[in-house]
Nanobody, 120 residues
Framework: QVQLLESGGGLVQAGGSLRLSCAASGRTVYAMGWFRQAPGKEREFVTAISRGTTSTYYADSVKGRFTISRDNAKNTMYLQMNSLKSEDTAIYYC???????????????WGQGTQVTVSS
């Protein structure tokens, strides 16, 4: 069973940047996505990328600020987050599945999450 390991979370001031990574074990390349969950809120879609990196999808709330990418040779996905806002504070989870989707139910494989805290 493939495992996902996120890294790169932390504390940053509003307007700052962070880069998250999600490394997948094994050699199988999956479509991947990022979701986040803020305290007291449901998990929400952030962004997703197809297996071949040809297609990317973003939630409206992060368009123009966040960029998803991947390096299939390293089986690693990245999330570059710029112009961070306090409302971006959440636990960020990476997920893997057959096809890129904003629907969390399409991802059977999940990481443990990494905390991102944006101070205002």
């Amino acid at each position: 069973q493939v495992q996902l390991l996120e890294s790169g979370g932390g504390l940053v001031q509003a307007g700052g940047s962070l880069r998250l990574s999600c490394a997948a074990s094994g050699r199988t390349v999956y479509a991947m996505g990022w979701f986040r969950q803020a305290p007291g809120k449901e998990r929400e879609f952030v962004t997703a990328i197809s297996r071949g990196t040809t297609s990317t999808y973003y939630a409206d709330s992060v368009k123009g600020r966040f960029t998803i990418s991947r390096d299939n040779a390293k089986n690693t996905m990245y999330l570059q987050m710029n112009s961070l806002k306090s409302e971006d504070t959440a636990i960020y989870y990476c997920a893997a599945g057959v096809s890129a989707s904003s629907d969390a139910r399409q991802y059977p494989i999940w990481g443990q999450g990494t905390q991102v805290t944006v101070s205002s």
